[in-house]
């Protein structure tokens, strides 16, 4: 989802096999051709290259796998799963432990600047998704299909769902839709490509749907909660459950085996996600009702740009201390 304004201004699960991953690392110092080299900063960035240790203290950490989210829903542990469209917020949400990065089709809006998902391609997907993918060393990270590239067929779902595990190097998909959608999670899931589910507000379907609106409602629940298990039956290892009253989430939350993830559901699903140019405060203007602001980004860039500005004009930067003598 994202930047969404009107009403809003708002397969069976796997069996778990191994423990949880803890919440920080400490990983193994570099190995290959450069090991033991100084670790000099990259006059450009970083590059894909992982942070150093000192960026990740604490006890070890292993990549999180399915069996682990479904391990956090039978102990009633929830997870908060961001949205990640570049190596550099994938870096710092998977530095702080977010265990579910999602390269969602909101890089339409966040990213490309659409006014809504629908016109972000696959092509445009998916150096997002590698850049993620390759930046992020714990998360388990999630590839959005992207409308236009699943709903055609079985094959067309199959062919784009490939290209994000091949050339994106995710390690799921997600997809939207509920009973129409049974036969692709069955063909994924059957072909090893993990699937995550997305119901209620759907924002692929927006037009078809009339706007930004709260799904589940009246009889809508009794449908939403078929569809959810229908997908589950079908393989998905989780849903999100997008602008859907609290209520019926509880139920869906409690009638399926594998994890809920809410936006805008209220808080007794399993999990929540965010698009992260949302919580940060990245984006001018109003946000949805369900998005909490945890920092003030756009704010921060804005004065730092002014400040650099000013510097250069007025001729305080560079100062000595950032030119070379001689
Ligand atoms: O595209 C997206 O970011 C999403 C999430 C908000 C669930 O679908």
Redesign the pocket.
Known sequence: ??GRMDETTAGAPQRVTGELPAQASAPAGPTGPDAGQPDLPSPYGAGSRPAPEAAHPGPARRRVRIPHLQTMKSEGRRWA?L?AYDMYSAQIFDEAGIPVL???????N?VYGYET?VPVTLDEMVPLVRAVSTAARFALVVA?LPFGSYGGSVAQGFDSAVRMMKEGLAHAV?L?GGAPMVPLVETLTGAGIPVMA?LGFT?QSEHQLGGYRVQGRGDGADELIRAALALESAGAFAV?L?MVPTPVAERVTRELTIPT?G?GAGAGTDAQ???WSDFAGLRAGRVPRFVKQYADLRGTLLAAARAYAADVESGAFPDADHSFEA
């Open positions: 989802m994202l799963m949205t999602l390269v969602g089709d909101s890089a339409g966040n998902t959005d997600k939207e997305h924002p999100v997008e993830i936006i996600v965010l698009v």
